[in-house]
């Protein structure tokens, strides 16, 4: 099935800093949506994008619609322990009802 | 407020026994996804379900799986006759009406285990 192509794949940084991921498709997106995944739950929703070159901030959050409606960042900053996790991408392609994930990111924070 | 709710979280079957998940939807919301996910995989996306009816299922096998969304009631995604390769994690997600602004919540999932 289709899938966006979100990187990096994985990334291990060291508590304090600041993390950037990124998701980009082929096809245009009509909406962005952001989440983190824990061992065994469910995706919980960061931030959701609908404006090409939206940028919205929740705390240390922000991501950005991009302005050819193809991509869209996350950014973490000031990283800290219970941030470790699996980033997914979701995005909705104009024309269509459903959402397609990324491949996700995988945050490990040392402390 | 409720979440979205998932039952059951975990769910044993043998090869060839049906597998049944439910899900209710947040308060309000009368739109459901149901998502499938494999072992460090991203989520793939199964059916689109409103109220009553089925909107996109194109990520949906042809054979052995079903789902609907009742008037009353939660949504159900019905698996006849499992293989081993049907074990996954189904999760759904439900939302408001109105695409300009949707957010797709989702329940903690189902682990469905084939046998």
């Known amino acids: 099935g289709q899938q966006l192509n979100q990187s990096p794949q994985s990334m291990f940084i060291q508590e304090g800093e600041d993390v950037s991921m990124n998701c980009t498709s082929s096809?245009?997106?009509?909406?962005w949506l952001w989440y983190k995944q824990d061992p065994g739950e469910g995706p919980v929703l960061l931030i959701a994008?609908?404006?090409?070159?939206e940028l919205t901030s929740n705390g240390r959050l922000t991501a950005q619609f991009g302005i050819t409606r193809k991509d869209s960042f996350l950014n973490i900053s000031a990283s800290i322990p219970s941030d470790v996790g699996i980033y997914f991408c979701?995005?909705?392609?104009?024309?269509?009802?459903?959402?397609?994930f990324g491949t996700g990111t995988r945050l490990k924070v040392l402390a | 407020n409720a979440g979205v709710m998932q039952n059951p979280r975990h769910l044993v079957r043998r090869r060839g026994q049906e597998a049944r998940l439910r899900c209710s939807p947040m308060?309000?919301?009368?739109?459901v996804y149901w998502y499938r996910q494999l072992p460090e995989e991203g989520l793939k996306f199964m059916v689109y379900?409103?109220?009553?009816?089925?909107?996109?299922e194109s990520g949906m096998p042809k054979e052995r799986f079903s789902a609907e969304f009742p008037k009353e009631g939660p949504s159900i995604l019905r698996i006849q006759q499992v293989v081993r390769g049907d074990s996954a994690a189904y999760f759904c997600?439900?939302?408001?009406?109105?695409?300009?602004?949707?957010?797709?919540?989702f329940g903690s999932g189902t682990q469905l285990s084939v046998l």
């Open positions: 997600a439900s939302s408001l009406p109105g695409a300009t602004n949707e957010k797709l919540f």
């Open positions: 096809s245009i997106f009509n909406t």
């Open positions: 994008l609908y404006k090409a070159g």
């Open positions: 979701a995005g909705r392609p104009s024309g269509t009802y459903k959402y397609i």
């Open positions: 308060k309000g919301h009368s739109h």
């Open positions: 379900l409103q109220k009553e009816n089925i909107i996109d």
